[in-house]
């Protein structure tokens, strides 16, 4: 599956951004999904991860309550909402599938990655 992130770009703290993953060549109804990010200098992290169904959802603990991650595989597409976001929201995000069937929170868990889109907080 290939996958494209985007809809990043220039916020101020405390505003919201949608981003999307528009997958192709393959349904992404099979995998489960997730979102990671990477600040300069810093390791790429785990954001959230949805399951196949979108039935289940985990979220690091710096995003809870503020991020939520969804999927419609009709449209062959995940997102993630991003409110009240904070400074140290700045980072690469990236959107990444699995493959087997539950969710994963790790970097090794995934499969397939997409480019990443900018996101930027400015304080």
């Known amino acids: 599956v290939q996958l494209q992130a985007f809809g990043g770009g220039l916020v101020q703290t405390g505003g919201s951004l949608r981003l999307s993953c528009a997958a192709s060549?393959?349904?992404?109804?099979?995998?489960?999904m997730g979102w990671f990010r990477q600040a300069p200098g810093k390791e790429r992290e785990f954001v959230a991860g949805i399951n196949r169904s979108g039935s289940r959802t985990d979220y690091a603990d710096s995003v809870k309550g503020r991020f939520t991650i969804s999927r419609d595989n009709a449209k062959n597409t995940v997102y993630l909402q991003m409110n009240s976001l904070k400074f140290e929201d700045t980072a690469v995000y990236y959107c990444a599938a699995k493959i087997g069937w539950e969710l994963g929170t790790t970097r090794s868990d995934y499969d397939c990655w997409g480019q990443g889109t900018l996101v930027t907080v400015s304080s």
């Open positions: 060549r393959r349904s992404i109804s099979t995998y489960p």
